[in-house]
């Protein structure tokens, strides 16, 4: 509910930037808003608009700003060049001076910020939407210190809240399943802001992802301080990096590559979403790092999601479809997870989804992807009968961000393709996370259909090397190059823990993969690789912890 005396003048407000965008969408199909033929828009003209948008946006302040972080990964809501650039507005925030955020340590320490730290900065490391960081040293080291910008959780409250009623009134005169998805994000946001302004519950996240993955030394996550960490007040180590977009002529490239950290990225996100079910639901570039010796940092722990077991199932269920280029299957796990809206039939979903696959598939160049599903798909999507429930929307964040991390680096890039073999790396300890016993009710059905989506990957890999476009070295990722078994035989592996009819059967068939695949009239086998291309990157920052959340 809004109160008229109290809401009204900031309702005002948000209507004055909103009202002029609106109507100006509106008219792209009826020049007259209820009549007439569409306007003529050129590109020019989109990315003027959509520049008004990211400034507009910027004025509104920290609640929009964070909004616009959500829907900068909603393709199926926000169409190009707007997602594009709302992803350029990475806490656009003026900085919060320097009186209010010592007063703020002082009241949540109760002593003069001075006594507790040493050469502390009245210069801030990052300003954000929701905090602002400072550098520091306590007991010998060096600290980050975020503080949350006083009064900014009422500032967010009311602007939700507001803008969940224009949303309402909307949906109201225009029914449409999309206008129903801009307010699932609106209430998902709702939910989880609230504990992103909590920097307690921050801390006890990042400790607990810290303890998860401390058997993995290409990951660096934060200590936190606990003794100096308040609701309002977060201090942990300083780690010092680049961001994972901004490594190139970097030291870290002396370590690692583009394509080994997006396999990590892929890898850590999988765990965290499929194993632990308790994922960093606010992933953007400026929140990983890479340090000097190309080890990944993982930042802001402020906006954690928790899945429940049935959510996972059904995820895992649908990547492995995907993976196999199945579109019952996709559908079918589209539905299982509520992304598919009320009143579709199923055979226009499997249209759909055939679709999307085939492009995901496609052997072209990233950009070139983009651009055929702007033709294909993009004039129609807003028709399309895609939702995204719940914590589905921040799934759709890590896709992006992984996206648009791996393009960066490789212009081949296909974020499926890639994930292929981490998912087959991890299945094991997927599924014994998942069922509970080790993975042992796992199907004969999921071993096939994993191992047809590698072989089918492998024959275009080798497709792609009999026409000289690829070198074959390229295709293969530095995941199993740490392997025990490489460059052994893979099958010798998969055979171990496959019953002995079934693997029988999948050595027939690799045999005759093999002997199709033999080059005609030289008796050389072009050999069926078990990967595709990849690699990719993201984001950067100045020296360490600059996202303030």
Do not use: C
């Amino acid at each position: 509910m809004i109160s008229f005396w109290r809401d009204t003048p900031r309702l005002l407000v948000i209507l004055r930037h909103v009202v002029p965008l609106v109507l100006s969408f509106i008219r792209d199909r009826r020049r007259w808003l209820w009549w007439g033929a569409p306007m003529p828009r050129d590109a020019a003209f989109h990315l003027r608009r959509a520049s008004r948008l990211v400034r507009s946006t910027a004025e509104l302040g920290p609640a929009f700003v964070k909004l616009a972080q959500v829907f900068a990964s909603r393709a199926d809501l926000i169409p190009e060049p707007y997602i594009s650039a709302l992803a350029t507005l990475t806490d656009r925030v003026p900085p919060v001076p320097w009186s209010a955020i010592h007063d703020t340590l002082y009241r949540d320490w109760g002593r003069a910020p001075e006594t507790v730290l040493q050469d502390l900065s009245a210069e801030p490391l990052a300003s954000g939407s929701l905090g602002q960081v400072h550098r520091a040293r306590y007991a010998g080291e060096d600290v980050v210190v975020k503080v949350l910008r006083p009064g900014v959780e009422a500032i967010i409250e009311r602007d939700v809240r507001l803008a969940q009623y224009i949303v309402d009134r909307v949906y109201r005169r225009f029914p449409h399943h999309h206008v129903r998805g801009f307010r699932i994000v609106l209430d998902e946001f709702a939910r989880n802001v609230g504990g992103e302004m909590d920097f307690v519950r921050e801390a006890e996240h990042g400790t607990r992802m810290r303890e998860r993955f401390a058997d993995e030394p290409r990951l660096r996550i934060p200590r936190v301080i606990a003794g100096l960490t308040r609701r309002h007040v977060l201090v942990m180590e300083y780690l010092d990096g680049v961001r994972i977009d901004q490594l190139d002529g970097t030291e870290a490239l002396r370590h690692t590559s583009p394509r080994a950290l997006t396999e990590l990225l892929i890898e850590t996100y999988a765990r965290m979403m499929l194993r632990d079910g308790v994922f960093h639901a606010d992933p953007h570039p400026g929140n990983l790092l890479v340090d000097a010796r190309g080890r990944l940092i993982l930042l802001d722990f402020g906006m954690v999601i928790e899945v429940p077991v049935a959510t996972r199932k059904a995820l895992f269920d649908t990547i492995i479809a995907a993976v196999r280029r199945d579109p019952a299957g996709t559908t079918d796990g589209f539905a299982r997870l509520g992304m598919v809206a009320p009143g579709t039939s199923t055979a226009d979903m499997e249209a759909l989804v055939a679709t999307l696959l085939d492009l995901a598939y496609s052997e072209t160049a990233t950009v070139e992807r983009a651009r055929v599903l702007a033709d294909r798909v993009m004039r129609e999507l807003f028709n399309w009968p895609i939702v995204l429930p719940g914590e589905l929307v921040y799934f759709a964040r890590t896709a992006a961000l992984i996206e648009g991390v791996g393009a960066r680096y490789d212009r081949n890039f296909n974020s499926i393709r890639v994930a292929s073999p981490i998912v087959l790396k991890l299945r094991n300890e997927l599924l014994a996370a998942l069922l509970g016993d080790n993975g042992q009710r796992e199907t004969l059905v999921t071993w096939a259909a994993t191992l047809g989506a590698m072989a089918g990957t492998a024959m275009s890999a080798v497709r792609r090397v009999a026409r000289g476009d690829t070198n074959p070295a390229d295709l293969i990722p530095d995941t199993w190059r740490e392997e025990p078994w490489w460059p052994g035989a893979l099958f010798d592996r998969v055979r171990r823990v496959l019953p002995d009819p079934f693997a029988e059967q999948v050595e027939t068939e690799l045999h005759a993969g093999q002997h199709i695949a033999t080059e005609p009239g030289t008796g050389r086998g072009a050999g069926v690789d078990t990967h595709l291309p990849h690699e990719r990157a993201g984001d950067a920052v100045l020296g360490g912890h600059t996202n303030p959340g």
